[in-house]
């Protein structure tokens, strides 16, 4: 359901508000869909660490060094790649300016939003 043209100006000027307000308040508060955690990352990190901890495990039983150091570097690449964020890149994606999301789905009032805000940034500067 859309907002109003009335409803989407006020909505624009308690952001802006926010933003003079407790600039750091709001930029904590702004989400960053492109880069934020995804669950398949984290499901195969934590399938990376248990294979690492299994290698581990093999070196520990055959005691081999070299097969136990492998194993814990791998259990380290998993926990490592479960935890970051993603980083999606677009072909698309010029230098300091993000790409275009379509609007609609999860997350599509939000995305217009901060489309409109970065425009609206774009065009003071």
Same mark, same amino acid.
């Given at each position: 359901m859309a907002l109003s043209e009335h409803e989407q100006r006020l909505l624009d000027q308690l952001e802006q508000q926010l933003h003079a307000d407790d600039p750091k308040f709001a930029h904590? =508060?702004?989400? &960053?869909? !492109? *880069? #934020?955690?995804?669950? !398949? !990352?984290?499901v195969i990190g934590s399938l990376i660490t248990i294979a690492g901890i299994l290698v581990l495990l093999a070196? %520990?039983? +055959?005691q081999n060094i070299f097969i136990?150091?492998?194993g814990f570097l %791998? =259990? @380290?690449? @998993?926990? +490592?790649?479960?935890?970051? *964020? #993603? *980083?999606?890149? &677009?072909g698309g994606e010029?230098? @300091?300016r993000p790409s275009k999301t379509p609007t609609g789905g999860k997350g599509g009032f939000m995305t217009s939003l901060e489309d409109k805000w970065d425009e609206r940034k774009r065009d003071q500067s």
């Open positions: 904590s =508060m702004a989400s &960053d869909t !492109r *880069k #934020s955690m995804s669950t !398949r !990352r984290l070196g %520990i039983v +055959y136990g150091v492998a %791998i =259990m @380290g690449g @998993g926990v +490592y790649f479960a935890t970051t *964020k #993603s *980083k999606q890149v &677009d010029t230098a @300091g």
